[in-house]
């Protein structure tokens, strides 16, 4: 697949030798969804749970529902990457879906078009696989997200909400 001279990137399945590339994003970019009510978690705790968290992500070339593309440029590095599965139940309806578990792009490539193609990806893999709906979550403070998403169709089904409580004994 050659690359877009319009763009100067494409969109491919990811390989195994892309998996350190995407973990390296993920884990830089981790930080722009962290929560605004739990301050006192530092960026690289966050960081280290994110990484522990992607250890396994070389399952998904196993799963014949799982969706890893990447987003690479002219010389062949990655960019941006999206991680999305099928098969997977809404917690209400019990409806099939998939669900987006990760979209990172290069912080140098955001405003190129890279985000959105790699959600295009993602949702013409779920329809390959039959499925009709595709969710993801978002933490609200992130705005620039949350308006991306926006813009390409997606809707608030369900709000998460976070109480802090204060130990026992200690004045609110």
């Known amino acids: 697949m050659a690359t877009d001279e319009l763009t100067g990137y494409r969109i491919r399945p990811a390989r195994e030798e892309d998996?350190?590339?995407?973990?390296?994003?993920?884990?830089?970019?981790?930080?722009?969804?962290?929560?605004?009510?739990?301050?006192?978690?530092?960026?690289?705790?966050?960081?280290?749970?994110?990484?522990?968290?992607?250890?396994?992500?070389?399952g998904v070339f196993t799963m014949s529902e799982g969706g890893l593309f990447v987003a690479v440029d002219d010389q062949g590095a990655v960019i941006g990457h999206i991680l999305l599965l099928g098969g997977q139940t809404d917690s209400v309806t019990e409806i099939q879906q998939a669900w987006v578990y990760d979209v990172s792009v290069r912080r140098d490539w955001w405003g190129r078009g890279v985000g959105r193609k790699l959600m295009e990806t993602g949702e013409r893999f779920a329809q390959e696989l039959g499925i009709q709906y595709v969710g993801l979550g978002v933490t609200a403070a992130n705005r620039r997200a949350v308006g991306f998403y926006e813009e390409l169709g997606y809707q608030v089904e369900r709000v998460q909400m976070v109480k802090k409580l204060q130990p026992e004994g200690e004045p609110d």
């Open 19 to 58: 998996l350190s590339a995407i973990m390296e994003l993920a884990v830089e970019l981790v930080v722009e969804s962290r929560s605004p009510y739990r301050p006192e978690v530092p960026n690289d705790r966050i960081r280290e749970f994110r990484r522990r968290n992607f250890e396994q992500i070389h």
